[in-house]
Every structure is written in C-alpha cells, then in structure tokens.
C-alpha cells in the first residue's frame, strides 16, 4: 500500500496540537482503509464458508436408496480391415436426477455420461467422434498410452457436426481408463454436464485370472460424482466455488441419485472412478468391512491389498472387489476425506449393495496378481521439479504456445511434484503411467505402488515420480500434464510437453482455430 502523503509531510515539525491533530490524520488514512480490507476478507470467508455448507451432501445415514443404479450401456463396434471401429456422439439431452424439474445434460450417445468402450491390448481401434453439440468439444482418453495426436486434449477440437477419428493400437496392460473433453478453458463445464464415460482395456495375463469380469453382472462402472441443483432442477455449476471448484451437494453415480446395486454373487468387483470436478473421496463401506484393493489407475497391482477405505481425487481410478454375505445390504459412503478442504463435510453416502437372498459362488481373489517392473529411477535421463501452487505449476499458467517439457523417447525421467498449498491439489499425466518413488522421502503406500496416471497431492508433501515415455515420439503436438481439480486445470494449472527422438528439435504447433492470446503477455 502506498502512503498518503500526509503520513510523509507528518514528520516535519510543525506546532505541537496540529502534529496531533496531523497524526490522528494520518492514523485514520492508515486505519480505515484498513479496516476496509478486514471487512471484505472477512465477508469473503464468511461467503466460502456459507457455500461449502450448502454444497455439503446430508450425513451418512440419511439417503433412502431407491432408485437401481444404472448401469452405462457397453459401446458396440465393428471390426473393418482389422480395426475395432465406434462410434460416439456428444449431444445435449436432459436428465431426471431431482423432483424440481428435468435438468439439461450432456452426454455421449444418451443424455448423460457413455457408453463403456472395451478394447484388446494388441487391437488397433478408432473412434469415430461426431460432434453434436452446438459448441466445439474435444475427447481425451484419459489414462491412455497413445500418439499426442490421437489424446484428444485441446490440440483437437472437433467442431459442431464435424467428426474426428482418432486411431491408435492399444498397448498398455489391462485397466479402467475413462474418457472425457479437455477443450481449451473449458473442460470443468463440459465434464460437470455429463460428458465422460469408461473405457476397460483387457489383456490376456488379467483375464487369466479368477477375478469377477462379467459386466453388469459380478463387475461395474461405478462413476462417482457430486452435482447441486437449482429449483428448477438444473445444475448450480457456480455454487460452492471455493479453492478448489464446485463442490456438489447431491451424490450421483453413473448418473443415478441414491442408488441401490443388486449383487448376485459372492464377490463384486468395483471400477471405481472419481469423476468429480473437485471433490475428493476416501470411500469405505458403512460396517468398515475390509475389501480387496486389486487395480489402480494403469492396472492390477502386483499382490492385492486388503483395505478398509480408499482416497480418490479428482480423475483417479481403483478397482475393488468386496465379498458380500446371503441377503444383506451394505453401503458404500464416503468418510470425511479432508477437513481442510471441505469445511463443514462429514462422512455421506454414496450407494447401497443389496445381496440376493442367494449367491452365485465367485472364486477368492488371488494372492497374486502382476509382476511389475521394480520402480528404479537409477537410470533416470533427467530430474525435474513441478510446485504446484495457486493455480499455477512452477509459476507459469499454461499456455498453449509454450512445450514446458521435452522429453526423449525411450528414456524415463523423474518428476519431483511438490504441493505448494496447505490444500490438495492433484496431479496427472497423459500418454504415460508413472510409479511414485517416494512421498515425502519415504516409500509410497501398497497401494501407491502400481501404475498410476493420477495422484492427489496433500498440502505441503513432495511426491517423485517415475515417467516413462516409451514411444511416439512427435516434436509438434504436445501432451497434457495438469491438475486434474478441473476448475484449476481450466484457470491455467496446466503444463504441455512434447516427446521427441534424440536429438530432435522440437517444433510446437498451435492447435487449429486456437484464439487463446495469453503467450502474447
Ligand atoms: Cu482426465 Cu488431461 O485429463
Ligand atoms: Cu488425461
Ligand atoms: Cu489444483
């Protein structure tokens, strides 16, 4: 603050009542603008504090689960000259979530959400994207080893009636990878509309395995999302905008509110898939029964680990298989995941299992699951640091003219990812799935040690990461690293790297039709 200039001329000594007088002056000119600041900081606080109130679901306990969850269709294909082929269409639709009215959705071949693609390791599949919407979209395959040309970030947009057929050979190990727009400034809106949906590799190690697979029967998408609504039943996008976003008062999941599942065997296995804007999770079961945590974000883990709860932020995914018993019913729920970021939120509910009176009999999940390669950085091409603060990483905001990182094909690297915040933030990277070294210098947790896409940075902690960039190497179209609070991702928390052969000079494109003009300051 720059002093008025009463406060300077106050130190020249003129007669003793006017110096008092002069300096209750110069006090006031001081205090009250002052003053002033409390004030406003204080009625801000008190705003926040009032929408994470509202934006808060009602404590465990309370939902009556009466509608059966929904479960989204599996995505059909042809197979033409050897490639798997779908096809998918954003379009507007509108969707029956509260008494209050029909609330306008977005969705892919529906009104909300999208079909479950599932595709072979070892396939070349394409997807033919036609776009529906009335406003440009893009489609990210989130979690997906692929060319930077074909990961649908804001490199390509697909405008209104206009399709795009990205193709690539699936060539990752068996997982539960999703889909959803990354346009330009404007992925928050469109995912909280209803634009995602999942996308399950295979591979034949995984279906080795006796683990419940058959979907919609022992194995479910179960896409966790948290929405508010006004009177008139459509979405509240801007209520709860707080540090972190929009945080939703209802529970959705796969777009159902209040959701019962009917489980007809011993075990059922669980994709789950925060597909929450902002919100984190830390899901458990209501009576605390332990459950098998088997897959992470880049697939099976190498042992399952049994647990109790499971944290998820923002994009990230775990497979779980519970056991249930004859006739009961058990709710999944989310405990309070983290004070500092959702003042006022308690434990709430997310769903309920119900169990036939009679089970089909499921195999017990296996000691053992993969073999993963030992996550050593010994061999690291180069080290490199990401702070994550405000909404920025190393003080920079994306832009779209500026390759952050250009790494080599064929080389691993290590990313040391620093929470700069008291507040989570979470951070993720396309084309890759990493292995997290250590967390705050020590060994990440069992089930922080498979391949990973997606982390959530707790406030203040140091993550380093293992990345590898195994091929495709493009010096013009960058890939996506960000911060997947997709509020955050949209105001700029975004960096772009390229992938290059040794020695190759990168040569950065803009997207198409891009009228971004933030690299110009
Ligand atoms: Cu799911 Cu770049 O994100
Ligand atoms: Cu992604
Ligand atoms: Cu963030």
Redesign the pocket.
Known sequence: MTLPPAAVSAAAPPAPPRRRRRRRLVIALVTIPLAVIVLLVGAAGIWFATNAVRATPPPAGTLDFSAPLAVPPLAPSRVEHGVRVFELTPQEGSSSFVTGGETPTLGYDGAYLGPTLVAQRGETVRVDVTNGLSDPTTV????MHLPAAM?G?PYSPIAPGATWHPEWTIDQPAATLWYHP?LHERTREQVDAGLAGMFLVRDEEESALPLPREYGVDDFPVIVQDRSFHSDGSFAGGLGMQFDGVLGDTILVNGTVAPYLEVGTERVRLRLLNGSSARMYDLAFADGRPFDLIATDGGLLEEPVRATDIPLSP?ERAEIVVAMSPGERVVLRSEAPDPALHAGSAAFDVMELRAAASLTPSPEVPTRLANLPAADDADAATERTFVMSGHSINDREMDLGRADVVATVGTSEVWTVRNGNPLPHSF???DTQFRILSVDGAPPPPRLAGFK??IALEGEREYRLLVRFEDYADPTTPY?YHC?LLWHEDQGMMGQFLVVEPGQRPDLKRPEGDTDDRHDH
């Open positions: 990210h395959w989130h979690g990961d970030g990354h994009g993720h990277v396309h896409d997606t996506m997947h």
